[in-house]
């Protein structure tokens, strides 16, 4: 049986790159709203001196913390260096958010609760489109191509989650780490895709939590065409080897009825 005890060590996952200046606030919101979490600002060498502004706020606050990585490698390993760096520590659970102040802060307790009450959960996803979630200043082809990726999604995986793309999360460290022990090719958004998936079919506990979305205010997007491509293309993947696997299974019983059936006969 899946153990869910309480979460006492959380760190905080924030990948950075060009955010120097919405992270500072960032930051006081977050330490503000757990002020009993850890936080890791996951910097991919960002030219606009990032890097650099955490490690001062690194220097004035023992719960923050830096890890620098040499390049812009994209989200999905931005996060696993970050799991890799909490589990080391002994952390219970890491959560992941932006660093743009479109996930709020103030948010992160009911999260958090989710993961502990009732029978609990291993991963809490903070999501837009269940009900009670909402995005706001967001343009209505954001909102097409969000609704529409989500949809194809859980059509294509035969998922039960509405916003399997959602990046605010809470995984519980344990569950996580056997989740990503294999080969996590994925670059951009994909990655909150890939790890939704490996968990609904690891038989994980996968919790939809409301959120209220705030398109940034500060910078520009991440997202690209291409990390629209990577997501359509690795989903079609997903679900090819989701319909081989169960038509494969599919004959397997087969197989064992009618072997079953020719004994009853003899």
Request: glycine share 10%; hydrophobic share 40%; with cysteine.
């Amino acid at each position: 049986m899946t153990s869910r005890g309480p979460l006492r060590h959380v760190c905080v996952c924030i990948p950075t790159y060009q955010e120097r200046d919405s992270l500072p606030e960032v930051l006081r919101r977050v330490r503000a709203s757990v002020p009993h979490a850890q936080v890791l600002v996951i910097d991919d060498a960002s030219p606009d001196g990032t890097g650099e502004l955490a490690e001062q706020a690194a220097a004035r606050d023992p719960h923050v913390h830096v890890l620098h990585r040499p390049g812009k490698e994209g989200l999905g390993p931005a996060y696993l260096a970050g799991f890799a760096w909490a589990a080391r520590r002994g952390f219970d659970a890491v959560v992941e958010m932006d660093a743009d102040g479109s996930h709020q802060p103030e948010e992160l307790p009911s999260l958090l609760a989710a993961a502990e009450q009732g029978e609990g959960a291993d991963v809490v996803i903070g999501s837009r489109w269940v009900p009670g979630g909402s995005v706001h200043r967001w343009p209505w082809h954001r909102r097409v191509l969000s609704v529409g990726a989500n949809t194809y999604t859980r059509l294509a995986l035969g998922l039960s989650v509405h916003d399997a793309t959602a990046g605010f999360r809470v995984y519980r460290l344990p569950q996580l780490t056997e989740l990503v022990a294999g080969t996590v090719a994925s670059q951009g958004y994909c990655f909150q895709v890939d790890l939704t998936r490996r968990a609904v079919d690891a038989g994980l506990r996968v919790v939809e939590v409301p959120i209220a979305f705030v398109e940034r205010v500060e910078g520009t997007s991440k997202m690209t065409g291409s990390i629209v491509r990577e997501a359509v293309v690795r989903v079609g993947v997903w679900a090819l080897e989701r319909r081989t696997r169960q038509l494969g299974e599919h004959l397997a019983a087969r197989g064992r009825s009618r072997w079953h059936h020719l004994e009853e006969a003899t």
